[in-house]
Each structure stands twice: as C-alpha cells, then as structure tokens.
C-alpha cells in the first residue's frame, strides 16, 4: 500500500533577465504584492511581454508561476527531457495536483511566504523553440475538443518570505462555489 506524498516544494528558480528558462536557486524570497525578489516578472503590473504590450497598466497576476515536478515525468514518458526552472517557473512543486486547484487557491510555503492562485499558464511557441514538439506536450484537447493547459498555474503573493526546496506545502480552499482555473 503506497501513501500520498506530502505537498511540497521540490525546486526554486528566478531570472533577473528576460530568458525562457530561469536557473535553480537554494531559495528565493517573495515580496507581498509583487513577486519573486529580482525576478524579471515582480512587479505589481504586468511584466509579460506580449501583455506589456496589449495594456501595461493591467494588474500582474502572473507573479509566481508554479509547474508540478509530475509532469516532468509525464513529458519525459513522450522522450522529452525537462529539468526545474527550464520552462521557466519559479516554484517546482511535488505531491499536489495544482491543475485540479480552484481560483483563489491559498498556497502557504514553509511558515511564511503565501500565494493566492490566479489562473492557468498560458503555453506559448517559446516551448517548442525549448525542445520541439513539447507544446503538444503541455497543451492538448480532450474529447469535447477543450483546450487543456499543463504548463503550470500563476499567482500572487499574499505575504513575503523565503521559500527553499523541501518545503511543506499547505492548501487552503477558497469558499464554494470553486471557479476552475482559466488562463491568465
């Protein structure tokens, strides 16, 4: 008889730099209402590039963005190979399934670092220029031909701290009705 794994951190990764994948740090700090310490995407707007130029005044609810250590092993069954941080996420989690998370999902890191999920990551070309034929990977339809997206989820930090690999992952439920993540 096997027993669920505890929900918790497995990777973490920032970039100061725009750069598709992002390298593993021993830990990184997130600031209350902005995002990953010294990472190209803090900020309290939007700091994606092709939203940038839709509307550089919309809220930034793409802060952290989150990818599940399981999926890595889901693509690596297609024969793609893709370590922590290479498709860019800041936090690698393992144990939880974050896809199946309601909007407004509470996720408390370690003691101190909170964050409230957004929405889905939104799969872009820049997979396929990673290691062509991944996209097809991570975004697929099921059989009612909707779109399903595994690149991972978004969110905002709620409150700062530092988060280190090993962490424990706490969920918190937001109140029912539960939205289902759409892309952000």
């Known amino acids: 008889?096997?027993?669920?794994?505890?929900?918790?951190?497995?990777?973490?990764?920032?970039?100061?730099?725009?750069?598709?994948?992002?390298?593993?740090?021993?830990?990184?700090?997130?600031?209350?209402?902005?995002?990953?310490?010294?990472?190209?995407?803090?900020?309290?707007?939007?700091?994606?590039?092709?939203?940038?130029?839709?509307?550089?005044?919309?809220?930034?609810?793409?802060?952290?963005?989150?990818?599940?250590?399981?999926?890595?092993?889901?693509?690596?069954?297609?024969?793609?190979?893709?370590?922590p941080g290479q498709?860019?996420?800041?936090?690698?989690?393992?144990?939880?399934?974050?896809?199946?998370?309601p909007t407004g999902t509470l996720l408390r890191f370690g003691e101190e670092a909170l964050v409230e999920v957004t929405g889905l990551r939104n799969p872009c070309l820049q997979i396929d220029a990673f290691q062509h034929g991944l996209l097809k990977q991570v975004v697929s339809r099921d059989e009612a031909g909707e779109l399903i997206r595994k690149a991972g989820i978004m969110g905002v930090v709620r409150e700062g701290g530092t988060i280190r690999p090993g962490d424990p992952i706490t969920v918190t439920l937001p109140p029912t009705p539960h939205v289902p993540l759409e892309r952000v």
Do not use: C, W
């Open 87 to 101: 498709l860019g996420e800041n936090v690698t989690t393992e144990g939880i399934d974050l896809l199946g998370l």
């Open 1 to 83: 008889m096997s027993t669920a794994q505890a929900a918790q951190v497995a990777a973490v990764s920032s970039n100061g730099v725009y750069s598709f994948t992002k390298p593993t740090r021993e830990s990184i700090t997130l600031l209350a209402g902005l995002g990953v310490e010294g990472d190209v995407h803090a900020g309290v707007t939007v700091k994606h590039r092709s939203r940038v130029a839709q509307d550089p005044t919309q809220p930034n609810l793409r802060q952290v963005h989150l990818i599940h250590r399981e999926l890595f092993e889901e693509v690596a069954d297609a024969g793609f190979s893709v370590e």
